[in-house]
């Protein structure tokens, strides 16, 4: 496989006027935690680690990865023309200027001092990206879950953001991926749908027998916290989503023995036993 540069965005969106703030808080969605950068490497990866014959799915998820590195573009692009025109010259005026202040108040440094007015690989408070954030399990039922959270994380930031702007440019381009955030949203519920019809459960994994689970607790709902609202929940009583039967269970039974553990060694100087 080899990918191939188009000079050319995905969707053509321009800002109405430079907004060095805002510049920072589109960070969130290149660099953060749900950001592109995650989606798009966490994808290629799983694409990348699907064994067997399972070609639809790996080409769904190459397709949707190889889209997020074309957000990343586009939101690079954004930030780096929100930073167009930024006064980063005022800042030692900016105490004495409220307008200025305002304007470079909440800007972040490093897009003028390491970035030269640029995009960074990092989130709206500047730390940089991990490759921690990212989920390739080799388990398309376990991924596509995960995949299905972040996308749902994503369109949730980029709605937020959103709304704390009036630039009708910006709000074009976050339009843009709200949408995609939809399709993609859909399609991991397609995809899990599909694969637990074809796996025949939809626990993971699906290939752990019954006998292996402890018997008496794989479809109790335990009442742990006060009050008892959540037996009014589907998940607390009637059929569960694998064909068993949930029950809700009120002040269940402890049934380990006491925490004790035995001394550690003398080397180690934790406090010793009590004497007798």
């Known amino acids: 496989m080899a990918f191939l540069h188009r000079k050319q965005l995905v969707f053509d969106a321009k800002p109405q006027s430079s907004d060095p703030l805002f510049a920072k808080k589109l960070q969130e969605l290149i660099g953060g935690q749900y950001g592109e950068m995650t ?24 397709d949707t990865g190889t889209e997020e590195i074309g957000h ?32 470079l108040g909440g800007m972040n440094p490093q897009h003028a001092i390491v970035a030269g007015m640029g995009a960074m690989p990092a989130d709206s408070n ?3 990206w991990t490759a921690d954030y990212i989920i390739a399990s080799g388990n398309l039922m376990a991924d596509f879950r995960a995949n299905l959270n972040a996308e749902s994380q994503g369109r949730l930031q980029a709605a937020r953001l959103y709304e704390m702007t009036d630039d009708p440019g910006v709000k ?13 949203q859909n399609q991991w519920i397609a995809a899990l749908q599909e694969l637990a019809e074809e796996e025949g459960g939809i626990i993971v994994p699906t290939t752990v027998k019954e006998d292996k689970e402890a018997e008496g607790f794989s479809h109790q709902l335990f009442n742990y916290s006060e009050g008892e609202e ?26 380990g023995g006491p925490l004790e553990l035995k001394p550690a060694p003398a080397a180690l100087h934790n406090t010793p036993p009590p004497k007798k």
């Open 72 to 103: 990343v573009e586009l939101l690079a692009t954004m930030v780096a023309r929100l930073l167009d025109g930024a006064p980063v010259e005022e800042q030692e005026k900016a105490a004495k200027d409220p307008v200025i202040e305002a304007v």
């Open 172 to 184: 074009e381009m976050l339009s843009y991926l709200i949408a995609r955030d939809t399709m993609h």
């Open 39 to 62: 989606i798009f490497m966490q994808y290629l990866f799983q694409g990348w680690n699907t064994r067997g014959k399972h070609e639809k799915y790996k080409d769904l998820i190459m």
């Open 230 to 255: 959540s037996r009014e929940g589907s998940w607390a009583t009637g059929a569960s989503p694998d064909g068993k039967q949930f029950e809700y269970v009120d002040h269940p039974k402890i049934v």
């Open 126 to 128: 500047g730390n940089r």
